[in-house]
């Protein structure tokens, strides 16, 4: 296999922000391709490029002390046939390590790719076609390890109907611009993330459906995300179907959008989920699924009614919730966003089949008025936690399920609240029986109590 070695024009080139080498780099990958496969390797320095892409049986490998910069020129990220618009209006594509069609590829090394995001904010005329740091469609065989990705413009993984992917050891920090999502996996299956540390403005990991092929044997381990939204997230791009899905021994902290939030809401089902030996720190929520009937279309695929949430297993969840603070998050407020587990399907669709064992939930409480009222459906608006409070419970909701059981779960109230600890409406076939509870003096900070 060929291998191309390629120097920064004196070894420590400045990056400018102009695509100096993009053409000699691309060069590299097509060689490599022509002949068969092999290794583009960037020695150290700085590399500035617009979009570059990556071929079938070709890797990118950054040695140690080798930055990949994007252009800050829109200009250099070109359209590409599969562009879309997503879930917020954003037309989405462009992107800076781009794949379509392509097997056996990888992203390999000891070296860093900033996306050079702020040179795309919202005031920028070519912001809502910022471009992603990488975006892979329908490859399959796909190595990412490594490397430290940073800084895009909006998501920084695009993975769409990808097979065969492995992400291991690999470091995200994305809180530069709007919409920093940090590893999106859409439609994909046989997907391996493993080991990676992520810090982002918004979900951290999120699976999505934008078509009609499922997302399904994904395996998350081992990561540690810190997120300005939800640390790992199914939905809410969700007109295909979610199965055989594991999260496990991972580190959630200091999140504001839900430690784990499941919102399939445009016709996709979600079926074989199993989260365990998840510790979550700092995060409000902690847990928020609902179903939901928003049945959006894309790329021209749309269900005409809503999917359900089913045969679910949470197992060894040890987490210490936060109230929201302040401010306003579409048109209503989000500080009272008080901490709560939520299960909530939909009035002709129940969810079904869902499983607590040995969890320990620790809620921040403080309510000292009586809620009264019903607590709105879900319907067709974007699915966020804030929406269904001020909750009537500050431990656990149950709506419109049919078949939940705790085992072995303790739950934990650190201010005094005059709300019960659960409450349900259309609650059927329930045994939570050995739920406990407790209430504790207040901690505001829990570094050191889910250890």
Known sequence: M????ISSVDGTAEDTGNALDTERI???????FRQGGGTVVLEAGVYVTGTLQLKSHVTLYLARGALLSGSSRLEDYPDNESCFTDAVGHRRGRAL???????????EGEGSIDGRGGEFPPQHPGHMLRPFLVRLVQCSGVRITGLEFRQSAAWCFHLQECRNVV???VKVTNRCNGNNDGIDIDGCSMVKIRNCSLDTGDDAICLKTTGRKSCEQIFVTGCR???????????????????????ADCIFYDVKGCGIKVVPVDGGSV????????????CTGPVFFSQGERLRRYFGEYKEQPGKISHVRLERIKAHAVSAKGGMYRGKPWGNARGCVVFSGLRNLPMEDVVLKDCEFDMPGGVI????????EMGEQYPEFHLFDPLPCWGMYLRHIDGVRCDGVKMSCRETDVRPMTAGEDARNAACGELEAEFMEKKEDARNVCG
Request: glycine fraction near 8%; proline fraction near 1%.
């Open 225 to 247: 995300v810190t997120t300005g939204w939800a640390a790992f997230k199914i939905g809410t791009e969700s007109v295909g179907d979610f199965r055989d899905i594991e999260v």
């Open 2 to 5: 060929l291998t191309i070695r």
């Open 167 to 169: 992400l291991e050891e």
């Open 369 to 376: 008025e009586e809620v009264h009222g019903n607590v709105p």
């Open 97 to 107: 390590l781009y794949a379509a069609d392509a097997e056996d590829i990888g992203l």
């Open 26 to 32: 691309q060069e590299a990958i097509d060689t490599c």
């Open 271 to 282: 079926e074989g989920l199993y989260l365990h030996d998840i510790r979550m720190i700092n």
